[in-house]
């Protein structure tokens, strides 16, 4: 009976780390690729859910307790309006607005009370989220006259990782506030 002599078990012990080294790489590189897509996945699932919410507070803006215009400014990064989003028939300013691709919402619930800033999404990569329409559907030359604005475009590019493929994912929907014309 012969035995494998010492250089015939560094060769098969050399092949055998190769063969589980290959396999782990592999592993773990599939792993990082699955963990990046559900978390492009999260990150779109929550835009979503951010444009469903900023498209249901829009569309029921109203004027202020006071009587102030429903909306209060805008610009491409910022929107701030008036609506009862909790219904307890209090009205509250709204303030939607991005900073440094950070998307947040600021909420007064009462006038002269203090803003309560939530953070909604860290993944949002265009700079303008809001474009503004008239009654003509044409787009809005002088933000500072409000009572132009009849049709808001929300528009959202989502990417947890823009340094990465796939690339931006774009959100997009027109609001017609009810209570403006």
Do not use: C, H
Not at 71 to 90: Q, V
Not at 129 to 157: A, G, H, K, R
């Amino acid at each position: 009976m012969r035995g494998f002599t010492l250089i015939e078990s560094l060769i098969y012990i050399a092949i055998f780390t190769i063969v589980i080294i290959t396999i782990y790489q592999f592993a773990i590189s599939f792993y990082n690729s699955n963990e990046f897509r559900l978390q492009q996945t999260q990150a779109i699932s929550e835009g979503r859910t951010i444009l469903s919410e900023m498209s249901r507070e829009i569309k029921e803006i109203v004027n202020s307790e006071n009587g102030d215009y429903p909306i209060s400014s805008a610009t491409a990064t910022s929107l701030a309006f008036y609506s009862d989003i909790d219904k307890d028939y209090n009205i509250e300013e709204i303030r939607w607005f991005l900073q440094e691709n950070i998307l947040s919402k600021g909420v007064i619930e009462t006038p002269g009370g203090n803003e309560i800033i939530t953070i909604y999404s860290e993944n949002i990569r265009n700079n303008q989220i809001f474009t503004y329409y008239d009654s003509s559907n044409q787009l809005v030359p002088n933000l500072n006259i409000l009572t132009d604005i009849s049709l808001i475009e929300i528009n959202l590019q989502v990417n947890i990782n823009p340094f990465a493929a796939p690339g931006d994912f774009t959100l997009k929907t027109l609001v017609k506030p009810r209570n403006i014309d």
